[in-house]
């Protein structure tokens, strides 16, 4: 199983540690996994070598089929990453395993999460 790594921080500038900044959710889409969904457009799981936890993110369709909004959601253990990639249903696999279990956040569209373990 492949597991995908997203480095979340790009060196702006190379030697100086203070220039880091986050990546945008355009430079985080063009590293995701597309997948066969009718809900989920891609994904991309974040994870420090030699942990086992990592940041999910998920990119939902629009509701024309297109490439929609993108989530981010904290904290997700190795073992969920790899059910919700192993799972036939993304899109039920999120509401499943996701959806109120990990605290997330919204990079697009109102980005003002509704749940109480949104990160706004």
């Known amino acids: 199983m492949k597991i995908l790594i997203v480095d979340t921080y790009i060196d702006a500038a190379k030697h100086s540690n203070r220039n880091k900044r986050r990546k945008t959710s355009r ?11 009718s809900n989920v457009w891609g994904y ?4 420090k070598p030699d942990e086992s ?3 999910l993110y ?3 369709k629009s509701a024309t089929g ?7 959601y904290y904290e997700v253990p190795l073992r969920i990453y790899k ?6 249903s993304k899109g039920h696999s999120v509401w499943k395993y996701l959806r109120h279990n990990y605290m997330y956040s919204k990079l697009t569209g109102d980005k003002r999460g509704k749940l109480k373990n949104a990160v706004n």
Do not use: L
């Not at 991309?44 to 994870?47: E, F, S």
């Not at 059910?83 to 036939?88: E, G, L, T, V």
């Open 44 to 47: 991309a799981y974040d994870v």
């Open 53 to 55: 936890i990592g940041t």
């Open 66 to 72: 297109g490439a929609g909004d993108v989530y981010r």
């Open 27 to 37: 430079e985080i889409t063009d590293h995701m996994v597309r997948c066969k969904s």
């Open 83 to 88: 059910k919700f990639i192993s799972a036939p």
């Open 58 to 60: 998920v990119q939902f």
